[in-house]
């Protein structure tokens, strides 16, 4: 039986692990009865996948044990059609699987309005005449039966995008009572876990770079919702409450467009909030908004996210160029030429994936292409020179870890597994009826790979 009021339907019924306990607060779980306090939190969280890039923000899923083989006649539970376009990653808390979409509509307009600001040198993409209804939708872990779907807004977006970008390419993020999900410049939505709205925030038109679209992902630290709005106009951060949406605090950065999801450190002496970025790495502090710390030297058109490993962050970047480095987060200032740089890395860094971080080593991807570095991540070594993945050709999905495996999915449906080694080795190839742009999740024994028609959920026999 399904039940539809205002736009959302019912169907059935109505990082790392020691700095969770002290970023939540009382927080609840699944379902308006349950409240849980933030030992449960911290307690629950390396279990799913609720944010970005996982439990520990760096790709690894450390309780996970997916499977290694599948194709479509093996090893899939179930398999949903997801209506129309979105390639951010799916989110897992308890029994819900949320992903957001948006979805074009047969509502046109004769004239489109007039945007204002364009971009420098103008647009290359195609201005969209349908309006598009944005929606979150919740699937049963189990079975992927819809939970609830709710519409966040029907709008018509002032910007098109690129053809491999979508309108709805950020992921969602949970603290396990609240829902947080971001379509950019059509707003950033709270709802609760069974899909009542909580709150909306308008930030503004994002103007992206040639009009590719935009797609960095809101990170969350107790009550701070933390968004990276950089763009080819004013470029922002702003710390929203995460409880009402309110700004605690907005600064303004010399920024142009980027793609790249804050990461979130909390630090004895105080957390900081890293933003990998174009012009300047920049390092804040969550309660002020101070800046803290700063490093150039990245590329045009950052996309991959920062990853923490000990006392020092990670990040690298690599459209027209290529580069990585360890940046001590106990630097203060301009760090740019200082020996707060502990390593630097040139060659074969990613430009749409984001790094991998399984213990101590750090993989990552060469450009878009299906060739995989490994360095130590303390001393910028490398442990395995690049080398090609057999059987895969572009990679737009971010790899992920769990049980000594490395997982890379394709764009062409294609996911080789490989052992995490230093001589890795191909443990499996898998082919699918679809193709992936968004990064995997992994949570237990199931794999959940969100295709460009398709969500998949991939486990063992039971």
């Known amino acids: 039986m399904t039940i539809s009021n205002a736009g959302r339907v019912f169907s059935g019924r109505t990082l790392l692990l020691g700095w969770l306990m002290a970023g939540f607060g009382t927080v ?11 030992p449960d939190f911290a307690a629950q969280s390396p279990y799913q996948w609720h944010q970005w890039r996982g439990p520990l923000a760096n790709g690894t899923a450390p309780h996970g044990n997916p499977p290694i083989r599948w194709s479509e006649d ?31 509509t047969d509502q046109t307009v004769d004239r489109l309005p007039e945007i204002g600001q364009e971009p420098p040198g103008g647009y290359r993409t195609q ?48 603290d396990g009572r609240r829902l947080f999900v971001s379509f950019g410049s059509q707003g950033i939505f709270a709802f609760d876990l069974e899909g009542n709205p909580l709150w909306s925030r308008q930030l503004g038109r994002m103007i992206t770079r040639s009009g590719w679209g935009e797609g960095a992902s809101p990170a969350l630290y107790g009550d701070a919702l ?20 309110e700004t605690r605090w907005r600064v303004e950065r010399d920024e142009v467009s980027n793609w790249s999801t804050p990461l979130v450190v909390p630090r004895a002496e105080g957390t900081q909030i890293v933003v990998n970025a174009t012009r300047r790495t920049t390092s804040y502090d969550l309660a002020s908004g101070e800046i803290l710390w700063e490093c150039g030297g990245q590329t045009t058109n950052v996309i991959p996210s920062p990853v923490l490993l000990d006392d020092k962050v990670i990040v690298m970047s690599g459209f027209q160029g290529t580069v990585a480095c360890a940046i001590r987060l106990s630097a203060t200032g301009d760090v740019s030429d200082s020996e707060d740089i502990v390593w630097r890395h040139a060659g074969q860094t990613p430009y749409v994936p984001s790094p991998l971080l399984v213990g101590e080593r750090l993989y990552f991807t060469g450009v878009n292409s299906a060739i995989l570095t490994c360095l130590d991540a303390r001393t910028g070594r490398i442990v395995t020179q690049p080398q090609r993945l057999p059987g895969l050709r572009t990679l737009y999905a971010s790899p992920v870890a769990a049980q000594d495996r490395i997982y890379l999915v394709s764009r062409e449906g294609v996911a080789l597994v490989i052992a995490d080694r230093p001589n890795w080795e191909v443990l499996a190839t898998n082919r699918l009826d679809d193709g992936f742009d968004a990064s ?11 295709g460009h028609e398709y969500l998949y959920c991939i486990g063992a026999e039971e």
């Open 28 to 38: 609840g779980l699944c379902g308006a009865e349950a409240r849980a306090t933030a």
């Open 440 to 450: 995997p999740a992994i949570v237990g024994d199931q794999l959940f790979l969100r």
């Open 226 to 245: 933390i968004v990276n709005w950089d763009h080819e106009g004013e470029s922002f951060l702003v710390v929203l409450d995460a409880q009402t949406g």
């Open 127 to 174: 201005r969209p005449r349908n309006r598009y209804r944005f929606e979150v939708r919740a699937l049963d872990r189990q079975t992927g039966e819809l939970r609830w779907r709710t519409t966040a807004i029907e709008a018509l977006p002032h910007e098109g995008r690129h053809s491999t970008n979508t309108y709805a390419s950020a992921s969602p993020i949970t």
């Open 74 to 104: 093996q090893h899939i539970r179930w398999k949903v059609r997801i209506p129309g376009e979105g390639s951010g990653t799916p989110i897992i808390w308890e029994d819900l699987v949320f992903v957001a979409t948006a979805i074009e």
